[in-house]
């Protein structure tokens, strides 16, 4: 999963076209090469081709640190050097008159459409993490709740990983925009979206919900670890400055959060749910605590709590 804001993403996807029609514009000399006998550009004889080349400084810059985590980025270099590999074996036989042979030039066909769908990968990767962030945190979208948990309920019941699930809520979040204005509290809902997105584990998800809520997937961990990951979380967040105000005073926020479980045998709506009314009692409680999912516990403020998991299944399209 991508990491970053729409803005970052945007920019890895023009940059990412503008480097795929780089790679066509290569493609189309090296044909010219071959088939017209055009002396070919020097560099792409040398060893380093792939390197060297407009694709591969775009692959290899500093600026694509972004992709380095991404199954399809990675199986890309792979192909893109094996690709120049064989172009310059068959522009040193076209060079020299030897007949190109066809199992040369086949499989430098088959290694050019396998690069193409490595790039269309990527990009259809880019395309829909662009398309389902949250558009003013960068943080997932509530679209895409119900098919990620359901991915994790699957291994969960296949036995292969155990996963938590917390409900966040910013404390009084009303009163910051009451106080500051809605242009400064969303500066703050921003940085808050950006503590916790940057200090959760690589492979945690963390999604908007609405507002100023938020879930955050947790794989691999039992409650009790769940538990110590997100109270280490509301603590860090609590003492983090957030934005300034216009009086120059730093802003801070504190959070409330329940954690639960993603149990096998529920639906990730029922998950929801117990995230949500463990979130609620520990508003009730006091608020800028953490708070588990027991059945053992009820309380008045857990009143109307299952519209949410309704709702999310409407925003889900189930």
Same mark, same amino acid.
């Given at each position: 999963m991508f990491r970053m804001d729409p803005a970052q993403l945007q920019q890895m996807l023009d940059e990412l076209h503008q480097?795929?029609?780089?790679?066509? !514009?290569?493609q189309d000399n090296l044909v010219r090469s071959i088939v017209c006998r055009v002396p070919p550009a020097s560099d792409d004889l040398d060893a380093d081709a792939h390197v060297n080349c407009p694709f591969g400084q775009w692959y290899y810059g500093g600026s694509q640190r972004g992709f380095r985590s991404?199954?399809?980025?990675?199986?890309?270099?792979?192909?893109? !050097?094996?690709?120049?590999?064989? !172009?310059?074996?068959?522009?040193?036989?076209?060079?020299?008159n030897v007949p190109i042979s066809t199992s040369d030039y086949d499989e430098l066909?088959?290694?050019?459409?396998?690069?193409?769908?490595?790039?269309?990968?990527?990009?259809r990767d880019l395309e829909s993490a662009l398309r389902n962030r949250d558009a003013l945190t960068g943080v997932h979208g509530r679209v895409e709740i119900i098919p990620v948990l359901q991915?994790?309920?699957?291994?969960?019941?296949?036995?292969?990983?155990?996963?938590?699930?917390?409900?966040?809520?910013i404390d009084r979040f009303k009163d910051v925009n009451d106080a500051h204005g809605h242009r400064l509290g969303d500066e703050v809902l921003k940085a808050a979206a950006h503590y916790v997105g940057t200090h959760l584990r690589s492979y945690d998800k963390l999604f908007r919900y609405?507002?100023?809520?938020?879930?955050?997937?947790?794989?691999?961990v039992h409650i009790e670890g769940a538990h110590r990951l997100i109270d280490r979380l509301r603590a860090g967040l609590e003492a983090s400055p957030?934005?300034?105000?216009? !009086?120059?005073?730093?802003?801070r926020v504190t959070a409330s959060f329940g954690v639960t479980p993603l149990e096998p045998d529920l639906s990730p709506e029922e998950s929801v749910d117990r995230a949500d009314k463990a979130l609620l009692l520990a508003k009730a409680a006091g608020r800028n605590r953490?708070?588990?999912w027991d059945p053992a516990v009820t309380t008045a403020a857990l009143q109307g709590a299952p519209r949410r998991a309704a709702d999310l299944g409407k925003a889900s399209g189930s």
């Open positions: 480097a795929a029609r780089e790679h066509e !514009a290569w991404q199954p399809a980025f990675v199986a890309i270099e792979a192909e893109h !050097a094996r690709l120049h590999g064989l !172009a310059s074996r068959v522009l040193r036989d076209a060079a020299a066909l088959a290694g050019s459409a396998q690069l193409r769908f490595q790039i269309d990968v990527l990009r991915e994790a309920l699957d291994l969960g019941r296949r036995g292969l990983q155990q996963s938590c699930l917390a409900f966040m809520d609405g507002g100023d809520e938020f879930l955050i997937l947790l794989p691999a957030l934005a300034t105000s216009e !009086a120059g005073e730093p802003l953490v708070i588990r």
